[in-house]
């Protein structure tokens, strides 16, 4: 299987040191020797660096952890081809733009049902209609990735999700993929943007085994310490290159250094990443919204409906997510007491968490019988 190499930021970041680490993986200390690639956000543009040689024999891999390219949000990826050919057009990240949006995406893992089928045969997920989005190789994960991007252009058909709603709407996506599929392995990255980033894991990892891999992270911020790679002898102090200001979120397949702190994905768990900070919940991502760190396009304004179309009417699940909030408020406080440090955009971002607190008891006071759509209102 493939490994994967996420890193979401405060300040604009040199991802160089888990680069040097991650690359030895692809052909040297591990066997991922079937491409390589990277996706690096840069305002609302993306730089892309793929290669068909092993990582840690790529003049291009070589090139990037020399190159000075600091950076908000990036992801990379080294392939173990299991489907599809060795060639470029299969090599991992792939990138698409919705609405104004560039979106990239990465996939470690097996999904039988998107697998060696032709482009307009790939399972449709979600409201799909119209398929607009196509892969260019032969991957199921990027039959995967065009379909997820169909399903969210048949969702919001004229504006931009806010946060909560599309962790809420990707959770869904996620559930429909790996339902019913036992032998589905879906671990990937998904990047909207220069500032936001989705991780996924399922089902996990299985101890023993080099083919069921889950997804690891950790934050590394002030205070900082040292910390030395797995995979190369090669060791930084973080105090003496980072300031007050950087925090660092670093998602990865297995984790990198021999730091502690790496947090293991649960099974079926779905996270955002803002400025660092992970959020794990659709009820956390409200923070990020409040402070006006929502998608952005030039091109499309917020979705006109509090929530998609396809959930609004469907009063049952109200209950569901009433039943919910109990459980989804103490993961909140959680990540408030965990993730949320004591810089000041955070102390606003605690506020704003009080504040849906109390907002949010008074909704789950209410009758189980609302509309969806005034369940979910802050």
Same mark, same amino acid.
């Given at each position: 299987m493939?490994q994967?190499?996420?890193m #979401?930021?405060a300040?604009?970041?040199?991802?160089?040191?888990?680069?040097?680490?991650?690359?030895?993986?692809?052909?040297?200390t591990?066997?991922h020797s079937h491409?390589?690639?990277?996706?690096?956000?840069?305002g609302?543009?993306?730089?892309?660096f793929?290669?068909?040689l092993?990582?840690c024999q790529?003049?291009?891999?070589?090139?990037?952890?020399?190159? !000075?390219?600091? +950076?908000?949000n990036?992801m990379?990826?080294?392939r173990?081809?299991?489907?599809?050919v060795?060639?470029?057009?299969?090599?991992?990240?792939?990138?698409?733009?919705?609405?104004?949006?560039?979106?990239?995406?990465?996939?470690n893992?097996?999904?039988?049902?998107?697998? #060696?089928v032709?482009t307009d045969?790939?399972?449709?997920?979600?409201?799909?209609r119209d =398929?607009?989005?196509?892969?260019?190789?032969?991957?199921?994960?990027?039959?995967?990735f065009?379909?997820?991007?169909?399903?969210?252009?048949?969702?919001?058909?004229?504006?931009?999700p806010?946060?909560?709603?599309?962790?809420?709407f990707?959770?869904?996506?996620c559930?429909?993929?790996?339902r019913?599929?036992?032998?589905t392995?879906?671990?990937? @990255?998904?990047?909207?943007? !220069?500032h936001t980033?989705?991780?996924?894991?399922?089902?996990?990892? =299985?101890?023993?085994?080099?083919v069921?891999?889950?997804?690891?992270?950790i934050?590394?911020?002030?205070p900082?310490?040292?910390?030395? @790679?797995?995979?190369?002898?090669? +060791?930084?102090?973080?105090?003496?290159?980072?300031?007050?200001?950087? &925090?660092?979120?670093v998602?990865?397949?297995k984790?990198? +250094?021999?730091e502690?702190?790496?947090?293991?994905?649960g099974?079926?768990?779905?996270?955002?990443?803002?400025q660092g900070?992970?959020?794990?919940?659709?009820?956390?991502?409200q923070i990020v919204?409040n402070?006006?760190?929502?998608?952005s396009?030039?091109c499309?304004g917020p979705?006109?409906c509090? &929530?998609?179309?396809r959930?609004v009417p469907?009063t049952?699940?109200?209950?569901?997510?009433?039943?919910?909030?109990?459980?989804?408020?103490?993961?909140c406080?959680?990540?408030?007491?965990?993730?949320?440090?004591?810089?000041?955009p955070?102390?606003v971002?605690?506020?704003? @968490?009080?504040?849906?607190?109390?907002?949010?008891?008074?909704?789950?006071?209410?009758?189980?019988t609302?509309?969806?759509m005034e369940? @979910?209102?802050?």
């Amino acid at each position: 299987m493939c490994q994967l190499l996420g890193m #979401n930021c405060a300040a604009p970041t040199d991802f160089s040191f888990s680069l040097k680490g991650f690359c030895q993986r692809g052909g040297k200390t591990d066997k991922h020797s079937h491409g390589f690639g990277l996706a690096i956000y840069e305002g609302r543009g993306v730089r892309c660096f793929h290669d068909t040689l092993p990582a840690c024999q790529s003049p291009i891999a070589d090139l990037v952890q020399n190159y !000075p390219i600091k +950076t908000y949000n990036m992801m990379a990826h080294i392939r173990y081809a299991t489907q599809g050919v060795v060639s470029l057009e299969n090599v991992h990240p792939f990138v698409r733009v919705w609405k104004g949006i560039t979106m990239s995406f990465c996939h470690n893992g097996d999904c039988p049902s998107f697998a #060696n089928v032709h482009t307009d045969h790939f399972p449709a997920l979600g409201m799909t209609r119209d =398929r607009l989005y196509h892969p260019v190789g032969d991957t199921d994960s990027e039959a995967v990735f065009c379909a997820i991007l169909n399903a969210l252009h048949a969702e919001f058909p004229d504006g931009l999700p806010s946060l909560p709603v599309l962790h809420e709407f990707l959770s869904d996506v996620c559930q429909e993929i790996v339902r019913g599929a036992q032998d589905t392995i879906f671990n990937f @990255l998904l990047g909207c943007g !220069p500032h936001t980033l989705f991780a996924y894991s399922w089902p996990g990892r =299985r101890p023993g085994s080099d083919v069921w891999n889950g997804l690891h992270y950790i934050v590394r911020e002030p205070p900082f310490s040292t910390a030395k @790679l797995l995979d190369v002898d090669y +060791t930084i102090d973080f105090s003496t290159v980072a300031t007050e200001q950087d &925090r660092v979120a670093v998602i990865t397949t297995k984790p990198l +250094t021999q730091e502690e702190g790496w947090r293991e994905f649960g099974k079926g768990e779905l996270i955002m990443f803002d400025q660092g900070i992970p959020y794990r919940t659709a009820k956390c991502c409200q923070i990020v919204e409040n402070l006006g760190r929502g998608l952005s396009s030039k091109c499309f304004g917020p979705f006109k409906c509090g &929530r998609s179309p396809r959930l609004v009417p469907q009063t049952p699940r109200t209950a569901v997510l009433v039943e919910k909030r109990e459980e989804s408020k103490k993961e909140c406080k959680r990540e408030e007491e965990e993730d949320i440090r004591t810089t000041e955009p955070i102390s606003v971002a605690s506020a704003l @968490l009080s504040a849906f607190h109390e907002k949010d008891q008074q909704a789950v006071t209410s009758s189980v019988t609302m509309p969806a759509m005034e369940v @979910l209102k802050i």
